[in-house]
Structure formats: structure tokens, C-alpha cells
């Protein structure tokens, strides 16, 4: 099972899209282990992303995901990274594909809705970042034998 860090970015919740963005991971399968609506620091946004100081578009950057609350959450999934980046879509919503949630609800290439962790490092350092570990749940679901075949060793 892998951890993700999901954010729903402004303006995901500006235009009323973050229902429709969550049922995505629901309706995936995966498992919404947090979830909380927050206004993101500047000292927050800058620690997150920390690896685009450099880029052009940082200010903007830093900007935007200050600029009004997002939800933040993290599900879980086998290989939920790269699912979750899948479904995310690709950064620039003008190249998104039809299907993918960048795809699907967005334009711009910088409003692109929604934050997923690119790997299992970023996924831990972020994660700490957006919550304290007590605040993970730890349950198990009435149809998780559905989901998955857990036959066997491993859920596959
Ligand atoms: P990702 O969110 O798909 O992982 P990154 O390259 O990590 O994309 O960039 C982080 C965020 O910075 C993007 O989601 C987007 O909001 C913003 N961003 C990235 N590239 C550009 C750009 O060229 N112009 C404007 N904003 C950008
Ligand atoms: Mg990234």
C-alpha cells in the first residue's frame, strides 16, 4: 500500500469542483486516510516547493496556493502514486487528456486544481508536512475484499 498526498488547490474550491475531484479517488478505490480544509502558510508553500525556488514560476506559484483554502488529503491505494499522477493528468491543463481531472476541469496551466506526490520520498516529506501522524486514520473498509482480491499474500 502506498501513501499520497492529495491537494485540492484554490481554485478547486473556488470553482466548486472539489466533490467531483474527491469522488474520483473514491470512486478509484482508494482510501481517504486524512482530510482537512486549510489556508496554506507561505512558510508552508515555500517548504513544499522548495525544489521550484529557482523556476520562473515560483512567485506565481507561491501566490496561488496561498491565495485562498485548499483540501488537502492523503489516500492510499497499491501504487497510489503513480495512480493518483494518472489521474491527476499531465501539469498544464491546455495538454491534459480528456478523462484525466487537469483534462477534464481546466484550462490554465498554472490553475491546474490539483497537487499529487510524484514519488515515495516526495509522498513522505509531504505528508509530514500537511499533518502530524496521529492525524492519519488507520481503518479497515467493509468492502476492501472487493476492491482488491485479498486472496492471497498481498491485496492485488
Ligand atoms: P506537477 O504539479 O504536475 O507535479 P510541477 O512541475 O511539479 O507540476 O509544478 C508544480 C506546480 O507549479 C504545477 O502544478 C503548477 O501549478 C505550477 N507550474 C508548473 N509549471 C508551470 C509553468 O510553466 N507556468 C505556470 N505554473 C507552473
Ligand atoms: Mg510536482
Given at each position: 500500500?502506498?501513501?499520497t498526498?492529495?491537494?485540492?488547490?484554490?481554485?478547486?474550491?473556488?470553482?466548486?469542483?472539489?466533490?467531483?475531484?474527491?469522488?474520483?479517488f473514491?470512486?478509484?478505490?482508494?482510501?481517504?486516510?486524512?482530510?482537512k480544509?486549510m489556508?496554506?502558510?507561505?512558510?508552508l508553500?515555500?517548504?513544499?516547493?522548495?525544489?521550484?525556488k529557482?523556476?520562473?514560476?515560483?512567485?506565481?506559484?507561491?501566490?496561488?496556493?496561498t491565495?485562498s483554502?485548499?483540501?488537502v488529503?492523503?489516500?492510499?491505494?497499491?501504487?497510489?502514486?503513480?495512480?493518483?499522477?494518472?489521474?491527476?493528468?499531465?501539469?498544464?491543463?491546455?495538454q491534459?487528456?480528456?478523462?484525466t481531472i487537469?483534462?477534464?476541469f481546466?484550462?490554465?496551466?498554472?490553475?491546474n486544481?490539483?497537487?499529487g506526490s510524484?514519488?515515495?520520498?516526495?509522498a513522505?516529506?509531504?505528508?509530514?508536512?500537511?499533518f502530524?501522524?496521529?492525524?492519519?486514520?488507520?481503518?479497515e473498509?467493509?468492502?476492501?475484499?472487493?476492491?482488491?482480491?485479498?486472496?492471497?499474500?498481498?491485496?492485488?
Amino acid at each position: 500500500m502506498e501513501k499520497t498526498l492529495i491537494i485540492l488547490k484554490p481554485d478547486a474550491l473556488q470553482r466548486g469542483l472539489a466533490g467531483r475531484i474527491i469522488s474520483r479517488f473514491e470512486d478509484k478505490g482508494f482510501q481517504v486516510l486524512a482530510l482537512k480544509a486549510m489556508h496554506v502558510s507561505r512558510d508552508l508553500a515555500e517548504k513544499h516547493y522548495a525544489v521550484h525556488k529557482a523556476k520562473p514560476f515560483y512567485p506565481r506559484l507561491m501566490n496561488y496556493i496561498t491565495s485562498s483554502p485548499v483540501i488537502v488529503m492523503v489516500v492510499q491505494a497499491v501504487g497510489g502514486i503513480a495512480i493518483a499522477r494518472k489521474m491527476m493528468g499531465a501539469t498544464f491543463g491546455s495538454q491534459a487528456d480528456p478523462g484525466t481531472i487537469r483534462g477534464d476541469f481546466g484550462l490554465s496551466n498554472s490553475f491546474n486544481l490539483i497537487h499529487g506526490s510524484d514519488s515515495p520520498e516526495a509522498a513522505e516529506t509531504e505528508i509530514a508536512l500537511y499533518f502530524k501522524p496521529d492525524e492519519l486514520l488507520s481503518y479497515e473498509r467493509g468492502n476492501e475484499k472487493w476492491i482488491y482480491d485479498c486472496s492471497g499474500d498481498t491485496p492485488e
